[in-house]
């Protein structure tokens, strides 16, 4: 059974960073769709960033792009979000998400993504 288990959550203040880590446990696949979302309460879940192996290209969203850096070790079966630049309205929870069997074309949407983590919350203050 796979088990994704995210840590690194934590409240800074505006311009910060924080590194969020995910683990997966129960598989060990190189070569899989790997994604951060995020939610708030009363929002749709959305994606952060995404990748699909540890050397291939990755995708961000629009107000990630520049500021947050996914990343894989496979050795170490984690995918890490390097958050710069932190704003108040990056506060949300953040989940680790895993898509089997879609190649490499990683989709976006969260119904798409079988295995969630139980999140990890981020608050940014002003």
């Known amino acids: 059974q796979v088990q994704l288990v995210e840590s690194g959550g934590g409240s800074v203040q505006a311009g910060g960073s924080l590194t969020l880590s995910c683990t997966a446990t129960g598989y060990s696949s190189a070569n899989n769709c790997m994604a951060w979302f995020r939610q708030v309460p009363g929002k749709e879940r959305e994606g952060v960033a995404l990748?699909?192996?540890?050397?291939?290209?990755?995708y961000y969203a629009d107000f990630a792009e520049g500021r947050f850096t996914i990343s894989r070790d496979n050795t170490k079966n984690t995918v890490n979000l390097q958050m710069n630049r932190l704003q108040p309205e990056d506060t949300a929870m953040y989940y680790c998400?895993?898509?089997?069997?879609?190649?490499?074309?990683?989709?976006?949407?969260?119904?798409?993504?079988?295995?969630w983590g139980q999140g990890t919350q981020v608050t940014v203050s002003s």
């Open positions: 990748l699909y192996d540890a050397d291939g290209p990755t």
């Open positions: 998400a895993a898509a089997y069997g879609t190649g490499s074309l990683c989709p976006m949407w969260p119904h798409q993504y079988s295995d």
